[in-house]
């Protein structure tokens, strides 16, 4: 069985070795096995796990929710509860995608205005420079 240790595990997740510890210590992460020495050694089912943490944290997943999934995750019988809150943080995903794109959409109006305003000025300018 491969294993990893934490700067390993830090490196291939893109977690810092603080966070991977923190996650373990607030139950967002299982707890990680450990060497005869209590060294951390991570396992590729940990990868597994933080990756999708990796996912949720990047989608904004507040840490209150990582809590949540983490404790869920340790129970089989919590399936329904997971897809819940996994939903529910789709939906808040869904909304600020809405809000990205309407700001976007700001952005390309005061943009076109911007060049619109910019040739206006370049052809004002070339018709009343002299030849």
């Known amino acids: 069985m491969t294993t990893y240790s934490p700067a390993e595990a ?3 997740s893109g977690f810092s070795i603080d966070t991977l510890r923190y996650y373990e210590r607030e139950g967002i992460l299982s707890p990680v096995a450990r060497t ?3 060294r951390r050694r991570y396992s590729e089912d940990d990868l597994g796990r933080l990756s999708f943490l990796r996912c ?3 989608t904004g997943m507040p840490i209150a929710q990582l809590r949540r999934y983490g404790e869920l995750s340790l ?4 399936l329904s509860e997971r897809v819940a809150l996994l ?12 809000e990205l794109r309407g700001q976007q959409a700001r952005l390309r109006e005061k943009l076109e205005w911007y060049r619109g305003e910019m040739a206006r000025r370049s ?7 002299p030849e």
């Open 10 to 12: 830090a490196r291939l």
């Open 36 to 38: 005869v020495g209590g």
């Open 56 to 58: 949720l944290r990047d």
């Open 75 to 78: 129970d089989e019988s919590t």
């Open 87 to 98: 939903e529910e943080h789709e939906v808040a995903v869904r909304a600020a995608i809405d």
């Open 123 to 129: 052809a004002l300018v070339a018709r009343v420079a």
